[in-house]
T-cell receptor, first 112, second 120 residues
Framework: GNSVTQMEGPVTLSEEAFLTINCTYT??????LFWYVQYPGEGLQLLLK?????DKGSNKGFEATYRKETTSFHLEKGSVQVSDSAVYFC???????????FGTGTRLKVLA | GAVVSQHPSWVICKSGTSVKIECRSL??????MFWYRQFPKQSLMLMAT?????????EQGVEKDKFLINHASLTLSTLTVTSAHPEDSSFYIC????????????????FGEGSWLTVV
């Protein structure tokens, strides 16, 4: 079946450090891939998405590229800020459905 | 932008009682809503799909008689955990599909804030 695997946290970085959160997936067909972020006390917010192979999603300095050959969708940011501290979820949705399959979430803590 | 609101955010209930969680779409009509739960250190798992005016569709392994879902209007879905037990303690979150009206957001999915349930 379909699944998403993302690196376990927590991840602790200093401000302005480079961030990578790994995400790999298993799916039949051609899923859409997403990164969601959950700030403390808030709901899930869509951070970025990619709907086909080689697409790059980007938002707020975060980027992720849909790599079909490696079935990956790693999240990166060149310089993190304290305000980026949150839980990040990788997810996929298969064509024609609005059901999401999530990874376990990775907690990021950025220290000033 | 579109907002989905859940209530309550936190709830503690006694074992054997029932608890209701609401999911509201505040500025769009949600023909479909989804309910997820998350156990500690595990993924968000889809429990059921809620369609306005019809019965919910439950995922395999989810007890429909225990987790009652009602989607009585285009802006409200409720999840009732009946005869709750400590193992039902979890994080429950809903999402809503904005797929109606001439200015719809292209079937975008919006998530609520989530609800923490603790059964003691």
């Amino acid at each position: 079946g379909n699944s998403v695997t993302q690196m376990e946290g927590p991840v602790t970085l200093s401000e302005e450090a480079f961030l990578t959160i790994n995400c790999t997936y298993t799916a039949t067909g051609y899923p859409s891939l997403f990164w969601y972020v959950q700030y403390p006390g808030e709901g899930l917010q869509l951070l970025l998405k990619a709907t086909k192979a080689d697409d790059k999603g980007s938002n707020k300095g975060f980027e992720a590229t849909y790599r079909k050959e490696t079935t990956s969708f790693h999240l990166e940011k060149g310089s993190v800020q304290v305000s980026d501290s949150a839980v990040y979820f990788c997810a996929l949705s298969t064509s024609g459905t609005y059901k999401y399959i999530f990874g376990t979430g990775t907690r990021l803590k950025v220290l000033a | 932008g579109a907002v989905v609101s859940q209530h309550p955010s936190w709830v503690i209930c006694k074992s054997g009682t029932s608890v209701k969680i609401e999911c509201r779409s505040l500025d769009f009509q949600a023909t479909t809503m989804f309910w997820y739960r998350q156990f500690p250190k595990q993924s968000l798992m889809l429990m059921a799909t809620s369609n306005e005016g019809s019965k919910a569709t439950y995922e395999q392994g989810v007890e429909k008689d225990k987790f009652l879902i009602n989607h009585a209007s285009l802006t409200l879905s409720t999840l009732t955990v009946t005869s709750a037990h400590p193992e039902d303690s979890s994080f429950y979150i809903c999402s809503a599909r904005d797929g109606t009206g001439p200015t719809n957001s292209g079937n975008t999915i919006y998530f609520g804030e989530g609800s923490w349930l603790t059964v003691v």
